[in-house]
């Protein structure tokens, strides 16, 4: 059974760096993209960003771009998001998430529905 747990959140001060990780278990984590998503309260999830199965491409939210770093070991079945230069709007709960399907050949999974197995989130606060 597919098990994701992000760690690593926390409250912060803006300016300040966080790393958040994703650990995947119960498949072959290299065949899958993954994502982050974050949702503040009162508003919908949305896509943070995404890496390829195969390590070299991905994908930012303009919001988060030159800010947010995603990275992957596949020897750790780890994902990471670096955040860097935190901002108040950053603050919420940041999930990380599975593509559907393996080895998808074209292009990055950024949508929702993209995504089929989720963690149970982590929380970062960021204060001003």
């Known amino acids: 059974q597919v098990q994701l747990v992000e760690s690593g959140g926390g409250l912060v001060q803006a300016g300040d760096s966080l790393r958040l990780s994703c650990a995947d278990s119960?498949?072959?984590?290299?065949?899958?993209?993954m994502g982050w998503f974050r949702q503040a309260p009162g508003k919908e999830r949305e896509i943070v960003g995404a890496?390829?199965?195969?390590?070299?491409?991905?994908f930012y939210a303009d919001s988060v771009k030159g800010r947010f770093a995603i990275s992957r070991d596949s020897a750790k079945n780890t994902m990471y998001l670096q955040m860097n230069s935190l901002k108040p709007e950053d603050t919420g709960v940041y999930y990380c998430?599975?593509?559907?399907?393996?080895?998808?050949?074209?292009?990055?999974?950024?949508?929702?529905?993209?995504?089929?197995?989720w963690g149970h989130g982590t929380q970062v606060t960021v204060s001003s």
């Open positions: 890496i390829d199965w195969s390590p070299g491409s991905t």
């Open positions: 119960g498949r072959t984590f290299s065949d899958y993209a």
């Open positions: 998430a599975a593509d559907v399907q393996p080895r998808r050949w074209i292009g990055l999974p950024t949508r929702l529905r993209d995504f089929g197995s």
